[in-house]
């Protein structure tokens, strides 16, 4: 598993390079894609194969059972679920080997009808992802032979909730606005670290969930691109010995974001207080915008076919798609996507008694950040909060600085 793990971070990195551009929100997930694609390369031939195989760091015969070990493996992590669907037209013969490849239960028919067959994949992509994703990113045209799709969900809940208030960011991007801040303190400073990356220094503040999918908050240095961040926040996930623990970072300004240094107190916890902020995030990506990134240039040329292995009959991708959305929030995080291909036919009152450290670590600009299986270091989905929600209307405001000493448990 380990190494099909890698070859999906590896794919995450890549596209985290080129997503998210400079002021806009972006959220994608690498695994969504991986699965689906690893079905197609595993009936692909000639240089689409080769493409493939590139694109996805494993030979084609390999691919579908790494494909099936990617699935199982997501279907056994708590909070997480996957599905793959497949749709064709009854006038497509199969391959019995690629079809004895499928999940059970995820083969359907392509009816010929468009309002038949688009509520169809409408209603599995929505049944599949909880309602987060209402349609299906491809739908069925008077062309199409084939359609196949992955799901994937992450939900995690915080083992401890953060607190809500209204931030006002002093500088940077968000400077002048009034966006939905969240705060939590914690007594444990190695929940934020810093690592040094091709991007510059890296600061990574872990939100431990319930579940074993804990999310990464990355605040790269304020000129760096959105990719090269996003990029280096995959590489750190996958290799955390890379990060310097707050337990030894020196005082002053350590990392972007963070203030480290001795304050009084009134117990004798250390103290690692974290501002951030809520997003909820949807984006769309079409894949064939990238296709050497995905291994699909060659495929894509409709004068013959490249997918001896699904059918006999010639097969090109005429459609590749992914929606994704993602939500954090005082009690936890939720993503989704769907991943989509289509195939046509080829042709103080006192002071405190105690000095005790202190660091404080403030998202106050955009940032990335990455929905993480504590186990694998599997990156299920990763994104870059460039707009942050607004507040909901509340009838008081809290001051992030009114925290309880004592409550320091996360």
């Known amino acids: 598993m380990y190494r099909t793990v890698r070859a999906v971070n590896d794919l995450t990195a890549r596209w985290a390079r080129q997503a998210p551009a400079a002021g806009r929100n972006a959220v994608f997930s690498g695994p969504g894609a991986w699965a689906p694609l690893a079905l197609l390369a595993a009936g692909s031939a000639g240089p689409a194969a080769r493409e493939l ?4 760091g494993v030979p084609t015969g390999e691919a579908a059972g790494a494909g099936r070990e990617l699935l199982a493996a997501l279907d056994r992590t708590p909070g997480v679920s996957s599905a793959l669907g497949v749709w064709t037209r009854d006038r497509l013969p199969l391959e019995p080997a690629w079809t004895a490849a499928l999940p059970p239960h995820s083969l359907g028919r392509i009816t010929g009808d468009p309002d038949a067959d688009r509520a169809a994949l409408d209603a599995w992509a929505a049944d599949r992802t909880a309602g987060q994703i209402p349609r299906m990113p491809v739908g069925a045209t008077p062309d199409t032979e084939l359609v196949l799709a992955g799901a994937l969900t992450v939900r995690t809940d915080w083992i401890r909730r953060f607190q809500s ?4 960011p002093g500088t940077g991007a968000w400077q002048g606005r009034t966006v939905a801040g969240l705060y939590r303190a914690t007594g444990l400073l190695d929940r934020v670290g810093v690592a040094d990356t091709a991007a510059g220094p890296l600061t990574v503040l872990k939100v431990l969930g319930l579940q074993g999918v804990d999310v990464h908050l990355c ?3 304020a000129d760096a691109a959105p990719g090269a961040v996003l990029a280096a926040a995959v590489r750190t996930a996958e290799h955390p010995a890379r990060l310097r623990p707050g337990t030894v970072l020196p005082d002053g300004a350590p990392g972007p974001g963070l203030e480290a240094g001795r304050v009084r107190s009134y117990t004798r916890a250390p103290l690692l207080l974290a501002r951030t902020v809520e997003f909820d995030l949807a984006d769309d990506h079409d894949l064939l915008h990238r296709p050497d990134l995905f291994g699909l240039r060659t495929a894509t040329d409709t004068g013959t076919g490249h997918f001896p292995g699904i059918s006999p009959d010639p097969l090109a991708v005429t459609a590749a798609r992914q929606s994704a959305t993602a939500v954090f929030g005082p009690r936890g995080f939720r993503a989704a996507a769907v991943t ?4 046509a036919a080829g042709a103080a009152a006192t002071r405190p008694p105690y000095a005790v450290r202190r660091i ?4 106050d600009r ?4 990455l929905a993480v299986h504590r186990t694998s270091r599997l990156v299920l989905a990763a994104g870059w909060v460039a707009d942050p929600r607004p507040p909901d209307p509340q009838p008081d405001d809290l001051d992030p600085d009114d925290l309880d000493p004592d409550d320091l448990d996360w």
């Open 165 to 168: 208030y209204d931030a006002r």
């Open 340 to 343: 989509a291909f289509g195939a």
């Open 53 to 56: 195989a590139d694109a996805l």
């Open 360 to 363: 404080t670590a403030a998202f």
């Open 366 to 369: 955009p940032f990335a950040f």
């Open 219 to 221: 605040l790269g240095p």
